[in-house]
Structures are given as C-alpha cells and as structure tokens.
C-alpha cells in the first residue's frame, strides 16, 4: 500500500513527541540533561497555501493552512548566555553568544541568530540554551519550514511565557529576523500561518492590515495533500525581485494618474486596460495575476463557506494557470503533478503553491481517494519527469507554542 506520510528519509511527526526528544537531547549532551523533567519541547508547524501566491508583498490577501509537518526544539534553558543546539537531520552542531552574535554565518544556525537578535532589539529578554533541533519539513519545498525554524526558535529564546508577544508581533519579529540578519526578502504571511494557524481551518490573512480570522475547512469529507516535486524552488532572488518591480512599475503607472492606488491591491480589474496602455506586456502580465488572484482567494473563503467545492476546484485551476501564464513561476514538474491530479476521479482541487519553479502543489482530495492519487502520482510523474515526487497528506494545526507531555 502507497503511504501518504513522508518517506523515510524525512522524520515522521509522530516520531517528534516530548518523550523520545528529552531522550535524544540527553544522549547527544549528558551534561546539559541533569533532570529530565527540565527538558521543554516547542513546535512550530509549516504552512500550505491555499490560494493566493504572489499576493502577499502587494497588500493583498492570502490562504495559508499551517501543517503538521513541522519544526520542534528540545532544550534545556542554560545557566550562561549561550545558545548551542544540535540538528537531529546532519548531526552538526552550531551555536552563538546571545551577548556577541557577529554576523551571519550563511548557514541554517542564522536563522535562530537573527531571531535572538530581533527579539533583543524589541526589548524582549533571551535566554541561553542546550537545544536538539528536528524536522518533519522538507527543505525548499515551499512549505515554510525556514518561518517554523524562526518560529520554534523565538518561543525556545523568549522564556516560558513567550516574551510576553501576541503571535502577530512574535511573526513580525521572525520575518524581521529573516529580512535584516539572514538577508532573504520575505513577506509576512509565512510566518503569521505558523504563529497563528489553528486545527481544522485556513487563515484569511489581510497582508495590509494583518487582519486575519479563521476559514473552517471540511476536512471531515477531504483530505489536504501535498505533492512534492522532488525538485527544490529555484526562484532566484533575482528572479523574485523582477517580479517585485514589476509590480511597483505598474502601481507606479497607475498612481501617476489616480493617487489612491498604492498597491496592487487598490487596483480594479476595471482598471486594467488603462494599466495595459502605460506598461510593458510582461509587467502587465504580473498585474493581471495579482488582481484577479486577490478575487479568488475571497470567492474561495465563500465556496468554501457554503461547501461548493467545485467552484473551489475551478478557482485553484484558475489561479495554477494564472501563476504559470501571467506571473511565470510554474514548471514543468508543476504542471505535470497538477495535470495528473486533476485526471484523477476524487481530487476536487490541485494548483502549484509558494513561490513556484519547483516546490509542491496543494490538493483537496476526497478522503477515499488517496491513496489513488498517491498510486497516481508515484507511477506516472517519474514517467513524465524522471524525478521522484513524494505524497504528504497532512492536516491543519495549530500555531506555533510549547509541546505538552
């Protein structure tokens, strides 16, 4: 039987408890494990995106569900200053003085620096650490698993109440790490899905309010599964800011004759072919996308709402090709994983999700039918590509915070 959990190369969540994390934490440093009992465990999950990709950096609106594949920190808190913690994946350990941390290293340790360091810079006080770090997340997936490490580590950083911090202001401070010490230009809704996700249900998340409220999913009836391409994004930074300017070149051109556009998400599809005569057919394209994007993800929250799940299905097949014609981020392993979920008898909705060019694609499946769109999806997609997919079905959790047991 075709397994729809990650395969086994990837820790499986189950195998993430408390206990086996105190075990493993004591084994890798006995001297920092004098009683078990002090040994806490964080988590903070990945997110999915529903619909609404490339929306987020032009004030509009997005649908993020966090996942139970995720990131957990097992530590216990240290008498000094000094934050050292092992990858439970690599074996490598790393680590930094809370009092001198430098400057970036260039490797996944940054991540955790850049958070200590923007918690500090917020008045939050941090504390030294032992810590093992593991992941059910793949890397470069598009999944978020570089926001849940931010995540996971500003409730390992902050103490046992957290620093005090709402789960906006504890997101804002993450993406604020990513942005200014790793140096990824980053918008904010990843690290929002993994702060304040919740079991059952999507985020509506406003990009220019940080409004946001909870979309209930019926995942009594469907399964949310992730299609993994087997290839990594390769959205280039420079590919990605393209993208950007673009879209300011057409806020730009538009503003120029009505002030009150100061994004994209000011613009009407009325407003279009004014936008079509003053910029380039390529940054054109990237508007039209983000436009019509913003109205699909509101008309999937109503789809949803009334349990429509054709109408769902038509909106992600809209959006797949709206990101593969207009904003030009699909692929062809995209495409193809898409192609062949869509052939498949109980798959009611699949699209690219993330950023593109490689990563995974998001499906609705009906719960009997997963297996067959695993089956699917491992028979026929090395076929077409010569690479190797993998299948998640996971479910929607809770944000981020301290694992009991």
Known sequence: MASTRPDPATIRVPELGPRRLRERLAAVDPGAVADPASVRVVRAPGRVNLIGDHTDYNNGFVLPAAIDLEVRIAFVPAVDRKVVLRSEATGETAGFDLDAIGERTG???DYVAGVALALAGAGVSTRGFRGLLASSLPR?????SSAALELAAAWALAGEDGGGLDGTARA?????AENDYVGVSCGLAEQLASSLGRRGAALLLDCRTLEHRAVPLPLDRYALVVCHTGSTRTLTPSQGSARRAQCEAAVAALTAE???VHSLRDVSPEMLPVLRTRVDAETYRRAEHVVFENLRVEATVDALASGDMATVGRLFAQ???SLADLFGVSSPELDALVEIATGTPGVMASRMTGAGFGGCTVNLVERGAVERLTERVKSWY?????MNPRVYAVEAVDGAGYVEG
């Open 319 to 321: 959006s797949h090709e």
């Open 140 to 144: 470069g997936a598009g999944l978020s």
């Open 107 to 109: 490797s996944w340790i």
């Open 172 to 176: 804002r401070i993450c993406e604020q």
């Open 382 to 386: 090395p076929a077409r590509t010569g």
């Open 258 to 260: 009505d002030p009150s």
